[in-house]
């Protein structure tokens, strides 16, 4: 279970797996009694972070406190997206678990009002809201919406996407894939990345889908629709120039397909500009997929889309999901949007990200930094030099910055990109101290 | 979105879908108020119960308190499965979610003890479990493994099962199919009902398998595995004799396929007899799944396995369940099983069941009841006379019963089977309530 450093779930599960077989080695007893156990129990599913497993004792805003007494800083998980056990959700949450938690196939104030709520966020045509449990369920469920709508069954995606896993949405996912590749209805472009498009990414990249397309229409398949994370995370994070996801987007209309926006990474707020990052590109999505952030922890996710794109589906299918729009999930998620925008998240996610991001452009020139990308606390740190990408850095700085008391994991095709994602409140102190400690251990002093 | 009668998820939408044009006629205002909004956020999703939908104000054991100032005896809700709102698994859930709630590649001891509790109820071989959100992703998941471990596509289920929401898993469940059917890789039986099969139930039922496996591989498709709900209750509820599912799972082996049994129905004590439906029928499956009671509300579900099958899955795919396993998801999770133990539900679920059979039963002489099925807190009661199956007695009884202050819903082909499953906790004066209502409605007195 020991790796050397984190990488997005698909990437990370080949290295995990792979360095099982040293596991127990110099790790503290009562750690190397629990990996154990966990190994027994959940067998080849138990993939841990780190060469020595962290456990964790509690966790507030920003911090993790674990069981070897540190207390460590929190730049990798998005979920608690509004702080680690934010008062406000875990407020709501003991309130409503106490009162009742039923399906949604009775009437509810609570769920009513949070559907308002979030629905008065997104742009008109994007009117109706499906609640499911997971980012998983959600693109599942887009799939099959777009599917319905569109006739054609066929997915262009990037080409280190991850979108969930369930058995539809792995096969939108190349990332999840150890051997083999997606099916034929799934054809894969490389991501936004201006070192592959040059400076027309935006038509490049565009060109690229275009070609997807009609490569999968020569094939016999017909076209169902363009489905992307809007800040491309597991690729790597591209974010700039805002818009350049637009032409894109009208190639996939103009062919009859659907754009599905994946908002489970950037959503909420991440972005620094809005809630949704397909508004940073000027888009507007037949379908959006909501996850991670949305509960802040309590398993709550959906998709938004137009009324006439669900009823399509409605007259085909039945679609029911037990757990989704309890009223705990409504009580957790209602908390994350207000907690949001109480708290000031979006514009501490623009000042945060914005300082961090200026800081660590300064640090580039004197470092194997090639790249520093991305928008609001949604970065990447790209490592490469003249012999490529560098994941070897990346991941002797993640394993560093555990030592110096910081979380954090990379992405990208290569493992080479440094992910920096915490939770919406950390501050700008806190970003000095990953700007110092990167600066410690990459140029030493 | 008014409806006469509840049917399990599927059948249910395509009859509340139909009574959509006629909302709100005799709504009290407030009802007919949140009925309109719901249906402009959820649109087609929105699917409700009763004619007169319920709002919940809370609830606790079998009872629940609605808006119109009543309390309900709950006999249709198995999700809240050691009762609405029990205390021990409200305090789980307060304390953890206060403490910390993050993804579970960090060590936790609550989880970790809640799997080693969950595994030691399964037989041996079944040693390793995966933890998902929702019954859906559990068989999405089941799905893959078996395909993984037997090389083929192609599953047998029966006519109206209901297995979840996923693409996946939709395309095994017939009856979420309003129009088309499902794929040439998904062959439907006839479920185990003695009167399609007569005495012979065992071998006839292993025969439909084994003819539907040969007729599938005539048409060059191989075969994955046989997937039954282990009480067939979308079906109509099937439960005797024991054992009788033995030689159908012997068929699917021989053929070279997997038994999956899904225990999102009858697992987690509802039979009465041991934690789960698979052992009243002598079998060990190669993959159990379970949802709904797990957490009593919380979302969390899950599989287990053997390990060799999760290992070959494993090293093709990457899996990673954002939410699931989650401390949280596990502390709700060991409160069910506490709770199950602590309060004798099992035992409970034998002695309320069986004195409910017996009371139905003895009923049945006088009434248009067909049949009385089932085990433990889940019974079957099928309505039928020489028209055939007679759907619109179920109907009426289920809203006669609204009226009398009970909440019931119906199951099978043709709708016709009051469906019965309370919480756990139900006692025999609320069976005698529910028996004494129907005698009432059905008879007359």
Redesign the interface.
């Known amino acids: 279970m020991t790796m050397s450093h984190?990488i997005d779930?698909?990437?990370?599960?080949?290295l995990a797996?792979n360095a099982f077989s040293g596991a127990g080695e110099g790790l503290p007893p009562d750690?190397a009694a629990?990996?154990a156990?966990?190994r027994?129990?959940?067998?080849?599913?138990s993939?841990?972070?780190y060469d020595v497993?962290?456990?964790?004792?509690?966790?507030e805003g920003a911090v993790?406190h674990a069981?070897d007494g540190r207390a460590y800083l929190d730049f990798y998980?998005n979920?608690?997206s509004v702080g680690?056990?934010h008062p406000k959700v875990?407020a709501a949450?003991?309130e409503q678990?106490?009162?009742?938690?039923?399906?949604s196939?009775?009437?509810?104030?609570i769920t009513?009002d949070y559907?308002?709520k979030l629905?008065a966020t997104f742009p008109a045509p994007l009117?109706?809201?499906?609640m499911t449990?997971?980012?998983?369920?959600s693109n599942?469920?887009a799939?099959?919406i777009a599917r319905s709508a569109s006739g054609g069954i066929g997915f262009v995606v990037t080409r280190t996407a991850y979108h969930g896993?369930?058995?539809?949405v792995?096969e939108v996912s190349p990332?999840?894939?150890?051997?083999?590749a997606p099916p034929a209805h799934v054809r894969v472009v490389d991501p936004p990345d201006p070192a592959i498009y040059g400076n027309n990414l935006a038509q490049g990249f565009a060109d690229a889908v275009a070609g997807a397309i009609a490569q999968m229409q020569a094939d016999g398949i017909a076209f169902a629709g363009l489905l992307v994370d809007t800040i491309f995370s597991s690729d790597g994070v591209f974010a700039d120039p805002p818009g350049f996801l637009a032409p894109a987007v009208e190639a996939a209309r103009r062919a009859g397909g659907l754009f599905i926006a994946d908002e489970v990474q950037p959503g909420f707020g991440r972005t620094g500009a809005g809630l949704w990052g397909f508004s940073r590109h000027g888009v507007v999505p037949d379908i959006v997929t909501m996850?991670?952030p949305m509960g802040?922890?309590?398993?709550?996710a959906g998709l938004v889309t137009r009324?006439e794109l669900?009823?399509g589906?409605?007259?085909?299918?039945?679609?029911?999901?037990?757990?989704a729009?309890?009223?705990?999930?409504a009580a957790a998620a209602r908390a994350v949007l207000e907690a949001i925008e109480e708290d000031g998240l979006i514009a501490n996610a623009a000042r945060v990200g914005g300082h961090l991001k200026a800081r660590l452009t300064h640090l580039a020139g004197r470092t194997p930094i090639s790249a520093v990308r991305g928008a609001g606390l949604y970065l990447g740190v790209a490592f490469a030099d003249e012999t490529g990408p560098r994941a070897d850095i990346a991941s002797a700085l993640i394993n560093g910055l555990r030592e110096e008391g910081i979380l954090i994991g990379a992405a990208g095709q290569y493992g080479n990109v440094l992910k920096i994602r915490p939770p919406l409140c950390v501050t700008a102190e806190h970003a000095d101290r990953l700007v110092d400690a990167m600066e410690r251990l990459l140029v030493g002093r």
Chains 1, 2 share one sequence.
């Open positions: 984190e779930p698909p990437a990370l599960e080949i797996l750690i629990l990996v156990r966990r027994r129990s959940f067998g080849a599913g993939v841990l972070f497993p962290l456990k964790i004792e509690r966790a993790i069981s998980n979920v608690p680690h056990c875990v949450v003991r678990v106490g009162r009742f938690n039923t399906h196939r009775y009437l509810c104030d009513q559907a308002e629905l009117s109706n809201l499906v449990c997971t980012g998983s369920e599942d469920l799939l099959r896993n369930t058995a539809a792995t990332s999840s894939y150890k051997r083999g996850g991670k802040n922890g309590y398993p709550v009324p669900l009823d589906f409605c007259a085909a299918f039945g679609y029911f999901n037990t757990f729009a309890s009223p705990v999930a």
